[in-house]
């Protein structure tokens, strides 16, 4: 079975600053494929950034500057911003999984999303977090059941869930039946409680995780952001983002990290065997459940806020459409 090389990229975004992530971003994307790495993750919201103010001021007090920020510096799919990192993975031939603030293209609702790119730069899958945590609530829509992605590789099923996604039950429990054997967390998440929930998922789905997170001091803020003396409290750490990625194999043993306080690139080498081999002890949604007494139903139906129903032309069958809508490769992963 071929094995591949994956990569964790712990890196700083540039704070609101579209242009110049996805500059970084392509240009570590580059750094890993040189290394050898054929699966690289980015961070949560990688591009533009995590809207750190959330949790330094009150909502709507003083934040709309910032909001009007992301807003202008959000992803719209697809866009000149994914057509560039298509191409980073077409030259890279690598897998790219990247963290975005995304919105609709005529819409200021951001959403918190995870975009997967093939080695022949084809956009193979989107997922929009389905729950915002805490004050994410104040910047942050969610995502719904039709951006659940499973992308199949040389390397096994590629999936995941973002952030404190990964402590809901039944989420993880509907990705396991995708059948994934690597499983991305982008995330903000720090400590050493996370590293146990990413060892925990390893283990429960017999999976390879790649736990991803940014890592920025303060200093790295840009000095012409707005406020920028109010975007951080005064008693808050330096480490605006203090990193805390691993990689963890499916018996749950660390293979890389948990990396801290550096920007940095961990790498590990991955095999489906080992996947394969684990399930024959515990195989969460196949020998080590039980459909008789326990079922899930999902609904991966998409929830647009408007549908639009068009007068049938003559002879011809009916005609809504909804303005988020993905391209017809994206339903084709989408389960």
């Known amino acids: 079975m071929a094995g591949v090389k994956v990569a964790a990229v712990q890196a700083a975004y540039v704070l609101m600053n579209q242009e110049a992530c996805v500059d970084k971003a392509v240009s570590l994307l580059h750094q890993a494929a040189e290394a050898g790495a054929g699966i690289v993750v980015f961070p949560e919201v990688f591009i533009p950034g995590n809207p750190i103010w959330i949790d330094t001021v009150p909502i709507w007090e003083g ?9 202008d510096q959000a992803v719209v799919v697809p866009s000149a911003v994914t057509d560039t990192l298509a191409a980073a993975a077409r030259e890279t031939g690598t897998y790219l999984v990247i963290g975005v603030d995304e919105r609709e293209p005529h819409g200021t609702t951001i959403y918190n999303a995870t ?47 973002t952030c404190w996604e990964n402590y809901m039950p039944l989420t993880r429990f509907y990705v396991y039946s995708l059948g994934v054997d690597i499983w991305t967390a982008p995330t903000l998440a720090p400590g050493d409680a996370w590293i146990a929930t990413m060892r925990h998922i390893a283990r429960e789905g017999r999976c390879y995780v790649i736990g991803v997170n ?10 012409e952001f707005p406020h920028r003396d109010r975007v951080r409290r005064a008693d808050q750490d330096a ?38 081999a684990a399930r024959r002890y515990f195989d969460p949604v196949g020998h080590y459940h039980r459909p008789d007494i326990f ?33 017809a490769s994206q339903r084709a992963t989408a389960n």
């Open 63 to 71: 934040d709309g500057d910032w909001y009007a920020l992301l807003v």
């Open 214 to 223: 940014p890592c920025m001091h303060l200093d790295q803020i840009p000095a």
């Open 239 to 276: 480490w605006v983002e203090p990193g805390n990625s691993v990689i963890v194999d499916p018996a749950g043993s660390i293979l890389a990290g948990p990396a801290r306080h550096e920007e940095t690139i961990l790498y590990a080498d991955i095999d489906l065997a080992a996947v394969r």
């Open 295 to 327: 079922q899930l139903h999902v609904d991966t139906r998409a929830r647009p806020p408007i549908v639009v129903h068009e007068a049938p032309a003559s002879g011809s069958g009916d005609n809504s459409s909804s303005a988020s809508d993905l391209s």
């Open 115 to 161: 975009l997967y790119f093939g080695p022949d730069g084809t956009l193979l899958g989107r997922h929009r977090k389905l729950m915002p945590t805490g004050s994410e609530r104040t910047v942050w829509g969610m995502g719904d059941g039709s951006t659940l992605p499973v992308v199949d590789t040389p390397y096994g099923r590629l999936s995941g869930l």
